[in-house]
């Protein structure tokens, strides 16, 4: 037989979310849930199912694909940025290694 009470050290029961507002996750029930524009129809064909930002236009909600071949390329470029900025620079080999492992392998 369940019982009702609780143990001394049990944790409080948490209150059931309203109905309605922000799915239960509070919130004026009548406040409106902000979302971008629909898909621009009348833009040219390469922006096709582009979002519009009020303040900056058209944008894709992701990045376009690269192939491998291209990746690569643009690593070795990244790579021969930073070579040559560290070389112009006189960079200490710590500062090169720091540096090259960011651009590898993002922010930390």
């Known amino acids: 037989m369940k019982s009702e009470k609780g143990l001394p050290h049990d944790p409080p029961k948490l209150p ?13 029930q009548d406040a409106p849930i902000l979302k971008n524009d629909p ?5 040219a064909d390469d922006c096709a199912g582009a979002l519009i930002d009020p303040d900056g236009g058209a944008y894709l909600s992701r990045g376009p694909y690269l192939a491998a071949d291209n990746v690569r390329r643009l690593r070795a470029e990244l790579f021969a940025m930073v070579d040559e900025q560290a070389r112009a620079e006189g960079w200490t080999p710590r500062r090169y290694a720091e540096t090259l492992s960011r651009a590898v392998d993002g922010p930390r």
């Open 16 to 28: 059931k979310p309203a109905e309605g507002g922000l799915g239960g996750f509070g919130g004026c």
């Open 39 to 43: 898909p621009a129809s009348d833009l």
